[in-house]
Nanobody
Framework: QVQLVETGGGLVQGGGALRLSCVVS????????MGWFRQASGKEREFVAA????????HYRYSVKGRFTVSRDNAKKTVYLQMNSLKPEDTAVYFC?????????????????WGQGTQVTVSS
């Protein structure tokens, strides 16, 4: 049974930082990409960042470039999202996701497995 568990969310003031973690277990197939998405209240889920498990290649949503950094620890099967200079508009539930065939890292339909999400709230 594949499980993705996100941790690290919380309440932070604007300008602050948080680091999210996503631990993957039970995944026996090949997975090229791990993605981070977020969903604000009343809005659709949107792409935030992605990292290649083997390559380390990264992709970011334009609005988080220079503030967020995605990284991974293959031995621990863990992916991180370091979020700095947080803004109120970053407030959302953050999800990690993976899958065997991710043709476009920005499109959630290519991700088969999802975590339960962790709430990030940034106060102004």
């Amino acid at each position: 049974q594949v499980q993705l568990v996100e941790t690290g969310g919380g309440l932070v003031q604007g300008g602050g930082a948080l680091r999210l973690s996503c631990v993957v277990s039970g995944y026996t197939g090949s997975a090229e990409w791990m993605g981070w998405f977020r969903q604000a209240s009343g809005k659709e889920r949107e792409f935030v960042a992605a990292i290649g498990w083997s390559s380390g290649e990264t992709h970011y949503r334009y609005s988080v470039k220079g503030r967020f950094t995605v990284s991974r620890d293959n031995a621990k099967k863990t992916v991180y999202l370091q979020m700095n200079s947080l803004k109120p508009e970053d407030t959302a539930v953050y999800f990690c996701a993976t899958g065997p065939t991710v043709l476009d890292v920005t499109q959630q339909r290519y991700y088969n497995y999802w975590g339960q999400g962790t709430q990030v709230t940034v106060s102004s």
